[in-house]
């Protein structure tokens, strides 16, 4: 199991979240979340349609990151400043992630898994531990 995830989560779920996006929508032909932990490590279940479009689905871990062309739509979030969220949090207001909070990446050809043109979007969501938001 990965530290990036609560001992009381099965990392099916993300699976399943991943797999259940790509099979709702023929145009996409990859989905992904990423997962964070303290010491570095990411959990990334993949799922994407193959070249004969069967869906295929693994964890690119910490290979995705480091090694991937077009990896921005990750690590723009992922440095983001997210202060304003922060202090809306302390107003005891909601904190709401819009369409808006996320960000599209300049086309780029995935040559290792796929070998098809993507443009990617990516949204940044949280995790609350106590009275702390985290990045996830």
Same mark, same amino acid.
């Given at each position: ?7 009381? %989560? ?11 996006? &790509?099979?709702? /929508?023929?145009? +996409? ?5 990423? +997962?964070?932990? /303290? ?15 069967? %869906? ?8 995705? &990151? /480091?090694?991937?062309?077009?990896? /921005? ?5 992922? $440095? ?8 809306? %949090?302390?107003?005891? @207001?909601?904190?709401?992630? $819009? ?5 599209? $990446? ?9 070998? $098809? ?11 609350? @531990? ?7």
């Amino acid at each position: 199991m990965s530290s990036c995830l609560p001992e009381q %989560i099965d990392p099916l779920f993300f699976y399943s979240l991943t797999k259940a996006n &790509l099979e709702s /929508d023929r145009s +996409l032909s990859s989905s992904s979340i990423v +997962l964070t932990s /303290d010491s570095g490590e990411f959990f990334v279940p993949f799922t994407y349609r193959s070249k004969v479009g069967k %869906i295929k689905t693994k964890n690119l871990g910490n290979w995705i &990151l /480091d090694q991937w062309p077009g990896n /921005d739509w990750f690590w723009v979030l992922e $440095t983001a400043n997210y202060s304003e969220l922060y202090e809306r %949090i302390e107003n005891n @207001t909601d904190l709401v992630i $819009t369409a808006d909070d996320g960000y599209w $990446t300049a086309p780029y050809i995935d040559c290792k898994l796929t070998s $098809t043109w993507h443009v990617t979007y990516g949204v940044p969501f949280f995790t609350r @531990t106590l009275d702390e938001l985290y990045f996830k």
